[in-house]
């Protein structure tokens, strides 16, 4: 019998397999794919905000390696969708390679932190939805439709929560500067 822990590991696993036809959504398409990127970060964001609470709301309590790397799969789907935005050529590989290297950078000197790992995503994330609302409006009007729908969805927390508790992981980062 499927547990919720387990169907929320399941979705988390698809992100993260997603990240690979992301990428190879661009290779073999290209921009006539953006569309297809659209809805498919759609999925993405979707699961994201599901595999969360399903899990918490499993009888059976438990930590799996899956659900303690959520945020590396999310940093994993920022640069599936980084991936396409180079093979569809809206973004110049010596760009992508750059801030991948100061990324590694950043992360070997201070680990994957949870801020920093919301950082990384920010950039791509935002260059996509810029892309998308300008070169297939449809599909990126529904981005914005959704990012709109999930901030009011969720409203307390974001303010009170998210905001601050990447403030506060920044903080932290500044600390350990040195």
Not at 97 to 103: D, E, Q, S, T
Not at 110 to 127: D, E, F, R, T, V
Not at 140 to 162: L, Q, R, S
């Amino acid at each position: 019998m499927l547990v919720a822990k387990q169907l929320a590991d399941l979705i988390t696993l698809s992100r993260m397999l997603l990240a690979f036809g992301l990428a190879w959504l661009g290779i073999t398409h290209g921009p006539a794919g953006l569309p297809l990127a659209a809805w498919l970060m759609i999925a993405n964001w979707t699961g994201d905000c599901l595999d969360g609470p399903i899990a918490r709301r499993s009888r059976v309590y438990y930590h799996t390696w899956i659900g303690d790397h959520d945020l590396e799969t999310d940093i994993v789907v920022s640069l599936g969708l980084l991936a396409y935005l180079v093979a569809a050529r809206y973004v110049d590989l010596w760009l992508a390679v750059a801030y991948l290297l100061i990324w590694l950078a950043i992360f070997w000197r201070w680990g994957i932190l949870k801020s920093l790992g919301m950082l990384i995503q920010a950039p791509i994330y935002g260059w996509f939805i810029l892309v998308a609302v300008r070169d297939a409006p449809t599909a990126g009007g529904w981005i914005v439709i959704w990012i709109t729908a999930a901030i009011v969805i969720t409203w307390p927390k974001f303010p009170k929560e998210i905001v601050p508790g990447f403030l506060a992981g920044m903080k932290q980062v500044w600390k350990r500067r040195h």
